[in-house]
């Protein structure tokens, strides 16, 4: 499996950006794919995450109404809306994908560093920036 990420770049506190990952060598059956992101200074947390079991969904609390994130099976893209950006969110983000699917999509976007699902992959990362 492999990922590349776009669409990061700087934006003014309040303004949206949408990024998106293209995923190859991944059969879009069983998946989970989910958006991560890291900080100056601080560990990878996970943003949110999305299961094809029941096309489960995670968000992380302080993102909840603003980030939306979707899926392009025909494409094999996976997207990350960003409305109503705060400075907060300024870090890397990445794009991850496993070809296995999970009921437990929180646990799994809160864990997948420490616990990586089965044949999980990463794309490189795409810088956000938020000016306040």
């Known amino acids: 499996v492999q990922l590349v990420e776009s669409g990061g770049g700087l934006v003014q506190a309040g303004g949206s950006l949408r990024l998106s990952c293209a995923v190859s060598g991944l059969s879009f059956g069983d998946y989970s794919v989910g958006w991560f992101r890291q900080a100056p200074g601080k560990e990878r947390e996970g943003v949110s995450c999305?299961?094809?079991?029941?096309?489960?969904?995670y968000y992380k609390d302080s993102v909840k109404g603003r980030f939306t994130i979707s899926s392009d099976e025909a494409k094999n893209m996976v997207y990350l809306q960003m409305n109503n950006l705060e400075p907060e969110d300024t870090a890397v983000y990445y794009c991850?994908?496993?070809?296995?699917?999970?009921?437990?999509?929180?646990?799994?976007?809160?864990?997948?560093?420490?616990?990586?699902?089965?044949?999980?992959?990463w794309g490189q990362g795409t810088q956000v920036t938020v000016s306040s």
């Open positions: 991850a994908a496993s070809p296995h699917a999970t009921r437990f999509v929180e646990f799994l976007c809160n864990n997948w560093d420490r616990v990586p699902p089965p044949d999980g992959a």
């Open positions: 999305l299961s094809s079991v029941d096309a489960s969904t």
